[in-house]
């Protein structure tokens, strides 16, 4: 497996929120967003073994590991043998996918959150995204809209209405691209009331660019 970076933080998103979580971050990502602020896990990084990750998370004294990227599915069947250990081993474990890789080979287990960032039009990404995907989440899932525009929002909408996905729903704002004031009127004119409105905490706790926290 290709580890970028490893660090205990509370978790800024999704299910998780304020928890603190042992972030481990791969390498690789096969999409290239336009407001990616991650680009620095598309390359780089250390080979390890299961067993050296699975060290790492020992020695974090954590029970919550966020398994993050770039797009961390691209590890393939190594992921999932890790997943499989840490749920079997008694940790929560959150997985950050980004909606365009397969979920249906990840554990279905209770504490395996998956945490889907769906592409919305501004990303230029949402071409990439497989519909299949949203039939797999459940309630303990979360599906997170990150919008930077009218378009990306009315996207969200209409997915929304379509595919009635059976999880958590998120609205999140592009960091400096939309107030976030104009997502919760959005989810208030629309009558979205099963949908949440989430700031990632990290961006106002430490400065936006800030790595490894
Ligand atoms: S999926 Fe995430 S890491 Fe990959 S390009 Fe998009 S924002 Fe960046």
Redesign the pocket.
Known sequence: MKLLEHFVSVNGEGRYQGYPVLFLRFVG?N???SY????Y?YEGGKEMSIPEVLDLVLASNVQRVTIT???PLLQGADLISLCTILLGDGFEVEIET?GSCDISELPNHPSLCITM?WKTPS?L?SPCMQLSNLDILQSKDALKFVCGSELDLLDAKQLIINCKPNCQVFFSPVFGKIEPKRIVEFILENKLNNCRMQLQIHKFIWPPEERGV
Do not use: Q
Request: aromatic share 0%; proline share 0%; glycine share 12%.
């Open positions: 990502c999409l290239r967003c990616c602020d991650t680009s896990s990227g770039g797009e980004n960032d990303s990404m």
